[in-house]
């Protein structure tokens, strides 16, 4: 895909695009009742995730900026949470990592193809939500999911996480407005999910798959864009 540079407000009008512009996102049950019940919203709301990646346009806008450290991952209830794992910069907002998701297959998809896998990483700022979507394909045994298939394999056990060792070289990334993908479905969430796809050996994503929730069904786009970004 060729990417092309974008005048100043345009960049600026794309960000806020993406920001949402119906309010920020949290994934608390106690706010859904001012938007919609979370029934109501998740079957009515017109800005939900995930979608296909189809029609998206190419535009060059600031990469995201990593900033996580060492931390661990422990598995409570189904969740995978992660303790003082740092940060990352979103059109100039901090967002805190918050916990980690799987699903098989991707929850996304690009022209209606669904990867076998797709690693959520969530992140959370006092005004919103912050998602990056790692695509996972079959190939070779990716060491850096270890901590992870050791975390779901021995609940209530933390195990050593390099957030950074996750990450695919290349970051470029296609992103948009979404919403959470579970229950209260709460939208304004900044969905970026990297172009670039990260390697797991057959056997780990057995494993991580038996661990895995299902895809929400694809939703509706509804006007919104859906952009490919590149780094300046």
Known sequence: MNFRPLGPALVAGIALAINGCAGTATNTTAEAPQQASAASLCESGRAQSPVDFTGVRSARLRPIGFDYRPSAVEAKDGHLSVADGGAVEVYGERYSIDGLALHAPAQHALDGYRAPLELDLLHRSDSGTAV?????????????????????????????????????????????????????????????????????????????????????????????????????
């Open 132 to 232: 990056i979507g790692l695509v996972v394909e079959e190939g070779q045994e990716n060491a850096a999911l270890e901590p992870l298939l050791q975390a779901l394999e021995r609940a209530d056990e933390a195990a050593p996480l390099d957030l950074d060792a996750l990450l695919p070289e290349a970051r470029a990334y296609y992103a948009y407005s979404g919403s959470l993908t579970a229950p209260p479905c709460t939208e304004g969430v900044k969905w970026m999910v990297l172009q670039n796809s990260i390697e797991a050996s057959p056997e780990q994503i057995v494993r991580l798959s038996a661990a895995a929730t299902a895809p929400r069904p694809l939703q509706p786009v509804n006007g919104r864009a859906l952009y490919g970004f590149s780094a300046p």
